[in-house]
Every structure is written in structure tokens, then in C-alpha cells.
């Protein structure tokens, strides 16, 4: 499992990487990250400020420089960024905020916040000097990791049977029952969050869970980066590297199961 434990961490860093990378290019937040504030000043300044302290933190983490300390730190970024500007920006200016797709990016991000945490969980506490407040503070939400994770996955899962005839033409053409897969890819997701909350099954459950949604990074993702690289500002890309921090926050849970203490 520590090996698992290991390479899950690397993927969860590569993929949250190739999210913001992006930005540098274009000059923006991804929508995932911070949302269309209008009158928002400096843009351009703070999506490379965000997008190079990401790089830097995960570059930290798979070099194992102060791990558990730098995950936190990243874990509290993403959540306060999730917090202050996806959930005001829903609540008081997105028009269409009683549809569950339109908080879909902001969710992804709660969910990196999540993965952020647990891989945190994963590190024992760096040696050194007595932890300030802030970090103090962002120890206690290490067991809530799997729980934010775990609501963008059951709210995905709900999208999947509100928004079914958006959905199922993604599914590649050579499958048949195109609408059957979509609703089993919703209830699965959303059986998986529930199961991984509540701890049941919780190892062979968040294998099965990352298991999936690596085939469909596989078989999904990866095609729709290579047919449209730059469309919609990369969005195609970002979404395959979103996959792939999905699917090893996942299997970091797994990895974890058995020590009960860092995951809960």
C-alpha cells in the first residue's frame, strides 16, 4: 500500500499542475478555480500568482519538502478560494444558481481541497518547530478531506440523471446504451460518496471508485485532450488532468483505509 500511498500523491499533484497551468497561458482563472467576478482588478496578476504557488506546492509535495505542512497550506488556499469566491459568486450573481450544473466548476475545486487534506493525512507531521495557529487550525480539517471530496462526487453523480441527454453523447460511440451508462456512471458515483462518508467498505469501495474514473480518463479524457487541446480554453485538457487528481484522491483513500486516525 505504500506504494499505492506514493504514487496516488505524485498523481494528485500532476493532475492539479496540468489544472492550472493553463492560467499562465491564457491570463485568467480557470473556471474551476475562481469565478467571473466582474470589476474583479488585476486578473492576469493573480492567476499566475495562484497558478505558481500551486506549481511550487506540488513540486514541494512529491519531493516530500515539508509535505503535510504544504499540502495543508495548499488544502486551506483551495478551500478559502472555493469558499470566498465560487459560493458568494453562486449565491449572488450567477442567475442560474437553482441548477446544480452551475456550481459544477466550483465543486471541483472543493473536491481538490479535499485531496489537498488527504494527502496531507497521508504524511506524518513534519519535524520542527511548534506549528503555527493557521496550520493548528488546518490540521483539524484533515478528516473532512474525504468528505469534500466525497460531495463532488455525490453531486456529480446527480448531474449525471438531472442533465442525462448532455451527458451521455460524451460516452465514445463504439459503446452501446449510451443513457444506461450514464445513469450507472451517476449511481455509481454517487453510491461511492455515500459509502466512502460513512466508511463502508471503504478500501475496496474507494478502489473501485478511483478504478473508474481512471478508464474514464482512459477512454474519455484523454481522447476529448487530444481531439480539442485548446478549445474553451483548454478545457478539455483540464478536465483530463482533473480525472486523474479524482482518481488518485480516491485511491490515496484506499491506500488509508486501514489507518483510521488519518482518514476520519
Known amino acids: 500500500m505504500e506504494i499505492l500511498k506514493k504514487s496516488s500523491r505524485i498523481a494528485f499533484c500532476i493532475g ?76 449572488l450573481i450567477d442567475p442560474y444558481n437553482n441548477h446544480l450544473g452551475s456550481w459544477a466548476n466550483g465543486l471541483k475545486e472543493l473536491a481538490l481541497a479535499g485531496g489537498a487534506f488527504v ?6 507531521p513534519d519535524p520542527g518547530p511548534q506549528r503555527s495557529f493557521l ?6 480539517l484533515i478528516p473532512f478531506g474525504r468528505i469534500f471530496f466525497c460531495i463532488t462526487m455525490i453531486s456529480y453523480g446527480l448531474s449525471h440523471f438531472l442533465y442525462t441527454k448532455y ?6 460511440g463504439w ?16 453510491c461511492a460518496g455515500i459509502a ?10 474507494a478502489m473501485l471508485l478511483g478504478t473508474m474514473i481512471f478508464i474514464w480518463l482512459i477512454m474519455l479524457h484523454i481522447p476529448g485532450a ?8 483548454a478545457n478539455e485538457p483540464v478536465s483530463a488532468f482533473s480525472a486523474l487528481a479524482f482518481s488518485a484522491t480516491a485511491f490515496l483513500i484506499a491506500s488509508m483505509a486501514g489507518k483510521k486516525k488519518e482518514v476520519i
Open 226 to 233: 487530444i481531439a480539442q487541446p485548446y478549445a474553451n480554453n
Open 167 to 172: 451527458i451521455s453523447p460524451s460516452i465514445p
Open 135 to 140: 496550520l493548528k487550525w488546518l490540521e483539524k
Open 119 to 124: 494527502v496531507a493525512g497521508s504524511f506524518p
Open 16 to 91: 492539479l499542475a496540468g489544472m492550472v497551468l493553463p492560467q499562465l497561458y491564457y491570463g485568467q482563472f480557470g473556471n474551476n478555480f475562481f469565478p467571473a467576478w466582474p470589476g474583479l482588478p488585476w486578473v492576469s496578476f493573480w492567476a499566475a500568482a495562484f497558478t505558481v504557488i500551486v506549481v511550487i506546492a506540488c513540486i514541494a509535495i512529491v519531493l516530500e519538502k515539508q509535505p503535510r505542512r504544504v499540502s495543508l497550506i495548499l488544502g486551506g488556499l483551495l478551500f478559502a478560494m472555493y469558499i470566498l469566491g465560487d459560493v458568494p459568486y453562486e449565491l
Open 196 to 205: 466512502i462518508v460513512f466508511r463502508i467498505k471503504l478500501k475496496i469501495v
Open 175 to 190: 459503446i452501446p446504451g449510451p443513457v444506461f451508462w450514464t445513469y450507472f456512471a451517476g449511481a455509481a458515483l454517487m
